[in-house]
């Protein structure tokens, strides 16, 4: 079979599978055939790429107490693979996955970076959720060369030639997010409420100078609770004292069961208070239950209830593979990215290797992404939409707001 028949093979398998070929990947790439890239010139770093498979790393915590956040991404990853292979895989050759579990451990995120770069040899690794995992990691993939796809909404004030940032920075979240309830709800009092650990202290000291210098508001109340616990019963009775405009809330993983059951408890619903999040995903939801989120409001760039064309067969697929029961939260698209522009960025270089695949992917531009149309900025963050959602008793999500697109700046001036 000459490589164009094998191309015309492989589209129209693609089609049959109900798979899309991504736009913007060069139509000889799209079916390209190992034998048009050989090895010694697509991989000239020694990285785990042979004639027919190349390796990639999916490292999240499959166990701890994130574990409620990542399985949706560790879900969707697979899924972009299971699409991309099914298309004939990158530059022709299949994606083979070697897992890690980070166990909701900061050093082991380290460890199993380090593993996967230089034991493993991976072309690139997809994975960690919380800032605290990628600080972790970061140092490692830097002095390795690796190369990773980070999916997690997180604080900016970071960017590295090793690291696409998949999900949104708190420009495009916090402030976008803020300004909204401010404006929708007249909010002026706020309290912040976060797990103890870097992206939400972050978070927080970032939405506190937007609060006063930017919307004439004030924080009446600040608390953070150490990832993992589940009593909030003394702050709780803090917020039902201070009586703010607005909760505004960074908890994240399996504590979110207990504080909105126990928000609940206490008498504070959408009823009467208002409460935006900017940790809780349809994931968390699963877990937390709709009812008690009910009428309460999450700022995402995606929620599963869109209605596209994209993701509705992003969604169906997506529970082809994992069960009619499967949710997928804003990580979890996220996370579905990064396996696609990966792909993006090695036939747009023709090349495995890292800094050329770093190299070919600024300015390209998805439009089949299922929060709608992406762009990759020079500073490796996606240009994309901010979302309002409000929460619904059967664990999805009304968006009753949507921005224009933002531009990712994860320096804002006045907030580092």
Not at 117 to 142: H, I, M, Q, Y
Request: aromatic residues 10%; glycine residues 10%; proline residues 4%.
């Amino acid at each position: 079979m000459s490589n164009i028949d094998r191309r015309k093979f492989l589209k129209v398998s693609a089609t049959a599978l109900g798979v899309s070929l991504v736009p913007g990947v060069l139509l000889g790439a799209e079916g390209a055939v190992a034998a048009d890239f050989p090895a010694a010139g697509v991989n000239t770093t020694k990285l785990a790429v042979t004639d027919k498979t190349v390796k990639v790393g999916i490292l999240h915590s499959a166990t701890g107490t994130m574990a409620i956040s990542e399985t949706g991404s560790i879900q969707a990853e697979k899924l972009a693979i299971a699409q991309i292979n099914a298309m004939g895989g990158v530059l022709g050759r299949t994606i083979e996955i070697i897992q890690e579990d980070g166990a909701s451990d900061w050093p082991t995120f380290a460890e199993k970076s380090r593993k996967l770069l230089v034991n493993d040899r991976v072309a690139t690794v997809f994975g960690c959720w919380t800032s605290a995992s990628r600080k972790a990691a970061l140092p490692v993939f830097e002095k390795e060369n690796g190369l990773l796809f980070y999916p997690t909404f997180y604080e900016g004030l970071e960017q590295s030639k090793n690291v696409f940032y998949t999900g949104q920075e708190a420009t495009q979240q916090i402030l976008a997010g803020l300004d909204w309830v401010a404006k929708e709800k007249k909010a002026k009092t706020f309290y912040l409420i976060g797990s103890d650990y870097i992206w939400p202290r972050t978070s927080m000291k970032i939405a506190r100078k937007h609060i006063e210098r930017n919307l004439s508001g004030s924080v009446v109340g600040e608390e953070y609770i150490a990832l993992g616990d589940t009593q909030f019963g003394s702050v709780i009775n803090k917020i039902k004292l201070k009586k703010p405009d607005v909760i505004y809330a960074a908890v994240v993983g399996g504590s979110n069961v207990a504080w909105f059951k126990q928000l609940k408890a206490a008498g504070i619903t959408s009823k009467t208070q208002t409460l935006l999040t900017i940790s809780v995903t349809e994931d968390e939801v699963l877990g937390i239950g709709g009812e008690n989120l009910d009428g309460f409001y999450s700022a995402m760039k995606y929620f599963q209830s869109l209605k596209n064309p994209n993701n509705e067969k992003f969604v169906s697929e997506f529970k082809k593979m994992w069960g009619a029961k499967a949710v997928i939260g804003d990580v979890s698209q996220a996370a579905y990215l990064g396996p696609w522009l990966w792909k993006a960025g090695v036939e747009k270089a023709g090349s495995f290797d890292v800094d050329k695949v770093a190299a070919a992917l600024p300015g390209y531009e998805m439009n089949t992404a299922p929060e709608g149309y992406v762009k990759v900025d020079p500073n490796h963050h996606l240009w994309s939409k901010l979302r309002i959602g409000r929460w619904r008793t059967d664990g999805q999500a009304d968006v009753v707001y949507e921005s224009g697109l933002i531009k990712p700046d994860p320096f804002p001036k006045g907030y580092q």
